[in-house]
């Protein structure tokens, strides 16, 4: 019943290796673990399909985005040319739609989404004005579409808070993975286009962020 819990504390260990890796720019190692975290949390996200409730079409939802995800691993390396940034960004923009995608299918809309809305578009509002000058006018458009996307992907997590068909726990899980990985880009956002710093909390923010979604896969309330 619990398989699923089996890689985590691998990809914890994967977690560690690449923050470190990457603060050393050490690109060889992280272009190893990164992507060996993220196909551990795969077999989380499959694993899910063991326990009692699994939604077979939902986990393929979670799957893709993760595959899809794993492909921007690829990118997401070393980011310091534009070409590269740029690549990232658009596999990373349809991994974070497949996610809100899926959980729409099944948890649909509500009336609450509205007050969640407004609440997001104040957040995005607020990181776009503290980055939009160190932008340039090349990445005044994608970096907007980005960050409306990543919203849209959260809101739709916290939608499942006022839905029947997730469970507490998984509402819980897909709110705070979507969050944490929007935090993790604004992190990046932050030292790409405003002031380099060493990475402090995004490393660690993106695998736990996708690893809180593909557990999602497992709670599901029993029949």
Do not use: C
Request: aromatic residues 18%; without cysteine.
């Amino acid at each position: 019943m619990y398989y699923h819990l089996i890689p985590i504390p691998f990809i914890f260990i994967g977690m560690m290796i690449t923050w470190i890796a990457r603060n050393k720019e050490n690109y060889k190692k992280v272009a190893i673990f990164q992507p060996i975290t993220t196909v551990l949390t795969v077999i989380v996200a499959l694993l899910g399909l063991l326990t009692p409730g699994a939604v077979f079409g939902y986990t393929m939802w979670i799957l893709a985005g993760l595959l899809l995800s794993l492909a921007g691993d690829i990118f997401n390396i070393n980011m310091t040319k534009d070409n590269i940034l740029f690549a990232a960004l658009i596999v990373f923009l349809f991994a974070y739609l497949v996610y809100p995608i899926g959980i729409t299918i099944y948890n649909g809309f509500h009336f609450e989404d509205i007050y969640v809305a407004v609440g997001l578009f104040v957040v995005l509002i607020g990181l776009l004005s503290y980055i939009w000058k160190g932008l340039g006018k090349e990445w005044k458009i994608p970096v907007v579409i980005y960050a409306m996307v990543m919203l849209f992907m959260v809101h739709r997590a916290v939608s499942t808070f006022f839905g029947d068909i997730f469970s507490v726990t998984q509402a819980v899980l897909l709110t705070i993975g979507t969050s944490i990985l929007f935090i993790a880009d604004s992190e990046y956002s932050i030292h790409r286009f405003i002031k380099p710093f060493k990475f402090i909390i995004g490393p660690f923010l993106y695998p736990t962020g996708q690893l809180l979604i593909a557990l999602s896969t497992s709670y599901f309330p029993a029949n």
